[in-house]
């Protein structure tokens, strides 16, 4: 079965540079989810996009963006990176839930893109 | 806002046998879904099982069940026959029914024994 997929999975940075993480959900697949997962801490929320429209903002600095295009593919973009930005970023698709709309069905995780900030 | 405690960093199991992991949340929510995610050395985030809220039967998966008490808002994971495997990080989750979004607890490291 088809799954989600990011690019690229590893990513290497200078301080203040930037980055784009791209992510490609699962076919038929409406809904996107953000998460950052810095070292030995759990997952945290930065952003969602259902049907192509933001649906949910987290804890996400006002130094990234992100956008679901009309493929519903999803990119991250980080500016002036921190070292601090230094973590494993997932994206997570879901498909349109039985009755409709948002948190209705499970997420699946793609396999993560390590972003590394020198 | 809510929240997912899991109270135990580290759990170990002799192979084939059970071990349960512990999981609370607190939330003013009526819709939610609970999750358990596996994550492995390869840091994938596995779906193990998932709880909807309005449900009232514990869902179960193979060797995997959850005890689900709703009024104590508590969400344990049951491993049973375990299997080297099944040695990983893992976290409870919290979907919430109006946005979807996931809110995790800090995790458990399982650690299976030959």
């Known amino acids: 079965a088809a799954g989600v997929i990011q690019s690229p999975r590893h990513l290497i940075k200078e301080k203040r540079e930037t980055a784009t993480l791209k992510c490609y959900p699962i076919?038929?697949?409406?809904?996107v989810y953000w998460y950052q997962q810095g070292p030995g801490q759990d997952p945290q929320f930065l952003i969602s996009?259902?049907?192509?429209?933001?649906?949910d903002k987290g804890s996400i600095p006002d130094r990234f963006s992100a956008q679901q295009f009309s493929d519903y593919h999803s990119e991250l973009n980080m500016s002036s990176l921190e070292l601090g930005d230094s973590a494993l970023y997932f994206c997570?698709?879901?498909?349109?839930?039985?009755?409709?709309?948002?948190?209705?069905?499970?997420?699946?995780f793609g396999p993560g893109t390590r972003l590394t900030v020198l | 806002a809510q929240t997912v405690t899991q109270s135990q960093p580290e759990m170990s199991v002799q192979e084939a046998e059970t071990v349960t992991l512990s999981c609370t949340y607190d939330?003013?929510?009526?819709?939610?879904?609970l999750f358990w995610y596996k994550q492995p050395p390869s840091r994938q985030m596995i779906l193990v099982i998932r709880q909807e809220a309005y449900k009232q039967q514990n869902a179960t998966e193979n060797r995997f069940s959850v005890n689900f008490q709703k009024a104590a808002k508590s969400f344990s994971l049951k491993i049973s026959d375990s299997q080297l495997g099944d040695a990983a990080m893992y976290f409870c989750?919290?979907?919430?029914?109006?946005?979807?979004?996931?809110?995790f607890g800090q995790g458990t490291t399982l650690q299976v024994k030959p």
């Open positions: 989750a919290y979907g919430s029914g109006n946005t979807g979004k996931l809110i």
């Open positions: 076919p038929r697949h409406d809904t």
């Open positions: 939330t003013s929510e009526s819709d939610y879904y």
């Open positions: 996009f259902y049907e192509k429209m933001q649906s």
């Open positions: 997570a698709s879901s498909p349109p839930g039985l009755a409709g709309g948002l948190g209705t069905d499970t997420q699946y």
